[in-house]
């Protein structure tokens, strides 16, 4: 332990404890399938509830199914300092994602814990409820029902593939849990922290073991339909027909020029849906989809209107109707958590970069109610929502490092 140090994390329990959670819904193929509030995560709740209990943390859940483990402070009055990420996987999931930022909170606290040092605020290790939105589609349920960005009554009514609400799915995991107390909802936090694999390859590229997450990229998704006439395709002229493929190969071709036009926008058009769909029927309607995201907003806004615009140059004979069902602006996290992460980094002597994120995660929800931060590790090739999904455990163990003392020092305020 170094003597600028306050904690000391255990490398090998840290790797044990997210290796033992990998079991909860492994797959054979080394991956887990452990969706939201099923069996398998109610199973996974139990353990994390009991290596909290072991530590002498309190648990709690509430409404939207968010577990918590809480380490009283000495002025409990005081806002939380909140750490985690999520523990529900995609169905071809790895062992990190979302796990990883659960265990290092778990870790970071185990060490503070463990130094006997008392903490002026108290810090909650958090699991967000339906980060990945596998089951329940949209995602981040719980972040989202705890920041008031959702209600729980719409939430309650979204069903899975099968039919079953998520209210119904939500009473299962509470009735299962092992005594935890359900609390209220959307209580203050003075900081929020969460650890994640990056799912890109700038740290591995760059052979950084840490990234300071300074935001989370803008995303707007947009369906649109075409609508025109069906008509023989040997017997109708070309002037008469009102084609919504030919309308929608035309905006697509168009949309995607401008996008090129800006560095580093992604712009997909990734479902169509042609009627008929008859090799030999001029298409009578045509519904896609369209999703844009870049770093800049003012970039993501001028897509917008050239969208909006070119619909109307392009769509022909064609009507059209373009409905946004996204508007998800880009996330500039709280410049003084990112410069406390890397002055912990410094004083341990760990290189991190500033990076941007490309994927969503919870900590969006919670930067909009409280000064938020995550901590991004390289995972090989970049490779997640897979089985082969691996980060190296001295990065888990690097940090987990900077989040115990970053802890210290946010739970001291
Ligand atoms: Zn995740």
Known sequence: MSAKTYTYVDGDRLWSRLMILAEYGKRPDGGVDRQTLTNEEIAARGQIVRWGRELGLTPFTDVAANLFLRLEGTLPDLPPVVVGSHIDSQPTGGKFDGAFGVISGLEAVNAIVSSGKKMRRSIEVVAWTNEEASRFAP?????????????????????????????????????ADDRVALRDMGWPIASYVEPHIEQATRLEEAGVPIG??????????????????????????????????????????????????????????????????????????????????????????????AIYRIVEREKGRCD????????????????????????????????????????????????????????????????????????????????????AELLVQLASE
């Not at 920041?147 to 799915?169: M, R």
Request: hydrophobic residues 45%; contains cysteine.
């Open 139 to 175: 995602g981040m349920t719980g972040s989202c029902v705890f920041t008031n960005k959702l209600s729980i009554s719409q939430a309650e009514g979204i069903k899975d593939a099968a039919g079953i609400s998520f209210a119904a799915a939500r009473d299962l995991v509470l009735a």
């Open 320 to 403: 059209a109707i373009v409905k946004e069902i996204t508007h998800a602006p880009s996330v500039h996290f709280d410049a003084i958590v990112q410069s406390k992460i890397a002055a912990c980094a410094d004083a341990l002597g760990i290189p991190h970069m500033p990076v941007f994120s490309a994927a969503g995660h919870d900590a969006r929800q919670l930067s909009y109610v409280a000064p938020a931060g995550m901590i991004f590790i390289p995972c090989r090739k970049g490779i997640s929502h897979s089985p082969e999904e691996w980060s190296e455990p001295e990065h888990l163990s690097a940090a987990t490092q900077i989040l």
């Open 212 to 305: 300071i997450v300074t935001g989370i990229q803008g995303t707007r998704r947009y369906r649109v339909t075409i609508l025109g006439e069906p008509a023989h395709a040997g017997t109708a002229e070309r002037e008469v027909r009102r084609d919504a493929m030919l309308a929608t190969a035309r905006i697509l071709t168009a949309i995607d020029g401008e996008a090129a036009r800006i560095p580093g926008f992604k712009f997909t058009a990734g479902m169509v849906n042609v009627k008929p769909n008859a090799p030999s029927v001029v298409p009578q309607e045509v519904l896609f989809s369209l999703d844009i995201r870049h770093v800049d907003d003012n970039a993501v806004d001028e897509i917008d209107a």
